[in-house]
């Protein structure tokens, strides 16, 4: 293998990404998609409030519209 062809549709999952540009990428036929999961320690207030710092249903949308596209297409997905 010459290359080995990257997605990564999003800087971080929740920050989203429009679909129709995920498509386009989708369109080099890549051998894989890859997603930064964020960060585990995003400060004193969050971990102090015991609150999230990322939206779960802006993850869960970012992951449905990747997800859904590879399986059908037989890609892997790494998100670390």
Do not use: C
Not at 1 to 13: Q, Y
Not at 53 to 75: G, N, Y
């Amino acid at each position: 293998m010459d290359e080995i062809r990257v997605l990564s549709p999003t800087a971080m999952l929740e920050y989203g990404f429009l679909a129709m540009s995920f498509k386009e990428g989708l369109r080099w036929n890549p051998h894989v998609t890859a997603l930064d999961a964020g960060s585990g320690d995003p400060g004193a207030y969050y971990l102090g409030a015991g609150v999230s710092f990322i939206d779960r249903s802006a993850v869960r949308q970012d992951l449905q519209i990747v997800l859904w596209t590879e399986v059908a297409r037989v890609i892997p997905v790494i998100v670390a």
